[in-house]
T-cell receptor
Framework: EAQVTQNPRYLITVTGKKLTVTCSQN?????MSWYRQDPGLGLRQIYY???????DKGDVPEGYKVSRKEKRNFPLILESPSPNQTSLYFC?????????????FGDGTRLSIL | AQSVAQPEDQVNVAEGNPLTVKCTYS??????LFWYVQYPNRGLQFLLK??????LVKGSYGFEAEFNKSQTSFHLKKPSALVSDSALYFC??????????FGAGTRLTVKP
């Protein structure tokens, strides 16, 4: 089954404790992206990757890091999480970064930073 | 800069009635427009897209959307709503490769 898999689905942690949210897709997609969803704000892009070893900032990259060492994986790293990063996070992928390509989304990771 | 507006936070309709979820956009150049649906505890699912051509686009689950260039709108419609259509709906616009913008979302509630 074609899917985007995120782990963990839920995480409660404390300020300053480094964490990684993994994202993996099995569709051989070139383009991958991370979003955060906050009430009333919709989805805002954090980082995206056009292909292996190619990443770039989205609208809200502060406090986050990403890497794209393999085509299928695109982990999101919070080096020193803060409470304002409490949010619902989604990983997405598409065949390419082309403008007319719809994205496939994971089921989300709900992070609570205390 | 691209932007998307969904003017209604909430839309309530009775089952069997037609539904409309509104979306307007602002973009330089020709837009690519998308609708996604989000069910509880799930990621967004693609419903339909407008690229070019016919202004009426048909998508999954009986949904359709009408592109109106003069009004810069892309409203989502369905002739007969089902209770199972209750969900959060997002409109999105993309005019350049790396920049997809989402609206704030509209919660649709269909009552029996």
């Amino acid at each position: 089954e074609a899917q985007v898999t995120q782990n963990p689905r839920y995480l409660i942690t404390v300020t300053g404790k480094k964490l990684t949210v993994t994202c993996s897709q099995n569709m051989n997609h070139e383009y991958m992206s991370w979003y955060r969803q906050d009430p009333g704000l919709g989805l805002r892009q954090i980082y995206y990757s056009m292909n292996v070893e190619v990443t770039d900032k989205g609208d809200v990259p502060e406090g986050y890091k990403v890497s794209r060492k393999e085509k299928r994986n695109f982990p999101l790293i919070l080096e020193s999480p803060s409470p304002n990063q409490t949010s619902l996070y989604f990983c997405a992928s598409s065949f390419s970064g082309g403008s007319n390509q719809p994205q496939h989304f994971g089921d989300g990771t709900r992070l609570s930073i205390l | 800069a691209q932007s998307v507006a969904q003017p209604e936070d909430q839309v309530n309709v009775a089952e069997g009635n037609p539904l409309t979820v509104k979306c307007t956009y602002s973009v330089s150049g020709n837009p690519y427009l998308f609708w996604y649906v989000q069910y509880p505890n799930r990621g967004l699912q693609f419903l339909l897209k407008y690229i070019t051509g016919d202004n009426l686009v048909k998508g999954s689950y009986g949904f359709e959307a009408e592109f109106n260039k003069s009004q810069t709108s892309f409203h989502l419609k369905k002739p007969s709503a089902l209770v199972s259509d209750s969900a959060l709906y997002f409109c999105a616009v993309r005019a350049v490769v790396d920049d997809m913008r989402f609206g704030a979302g509209t919660r649709l509630t269909v009552k029996p």
